[in-house]
């Protein structure tokens, strides 16, 4: 029997209680593709930043690209404003092993050298590969190794957190 998974309403009004007065106005937000886009959306809305938000895909940075090829539905990285010195803010919908947000780092400092990296989870899952630890997050679970966590966005716009099998012959994320 699984635990059910938490409500996502709720764990985006807990982020943003969390983030708010803990980061400058002039913080950058960017949400990875493509859960951590749908939340960055909703925390940017809610924190009222001044700095437009931008968004990153890490297709060409993940350390298993030889292994899983080129995802079909790449999208442009776009960061509208000066990466140099600011604080920076990644958003995730569900963080892991951690290996998505080394990736992100890497794109990122290609497009300068942040003052500050931060990082806002939806949900900690744990099982981490690499020393990563966000600074803000919705909520930790436990969910087994053969289970996914995915963010979920309906026609409406609502979003809901799913649980999937993980197949034998998926990498880990």
């Not at 949400?31 to 895909?57: H, Q, S």
């Not at 776009?78 to 990736?103: E, K």
């Amino acid at each position: 029997m699984t635990t059910p998974l938490p409500d996502v309403e709720q764990l985006l009004d807990n982020l943003a209680r969390q983030i708010r007065g803990n980061i400058k106005s002039d913080t950058g937000l960017i949400g990875i593709y493509t859960g951590g886009v749908w939340v960055a959306e909703r925390l940017f809305a809610a924190l009222g930043n001044a700095v437009p938000m931008g968004t990153i895909d890490i297709a060409f940075y993940r350390d298993d690209y030889d292994q899983r090829g080129l995802q079909a539905s790449v999208k442009p990285s776009d960061i509208p404003f000066d990466v140099n010195d600011r604080d920076i803010l990644l958003v995730d919908d569900v963080l892991y092993t951690g290996r998505t947000i080394r990736a992100a780092m890497n794109e990122l400092f290609d497009y300068g050298r942040p003052g500050r990296v931060m990082l806002a989870a939806l949900v900690d899952r744990g099982g981490r590969q690499l020393p990563i630890e966000p600074q803000f997050v919705g909520a930790r679970i436990t969910v087994p190794d053969n289970q996914l966590v995915s963010l979920q966005r309906e026609d409406s716009g609502s979003l809901q957190l799913c649980l999937r099998p993980r197949t034998e012959n998926m990498p880990r994320p």
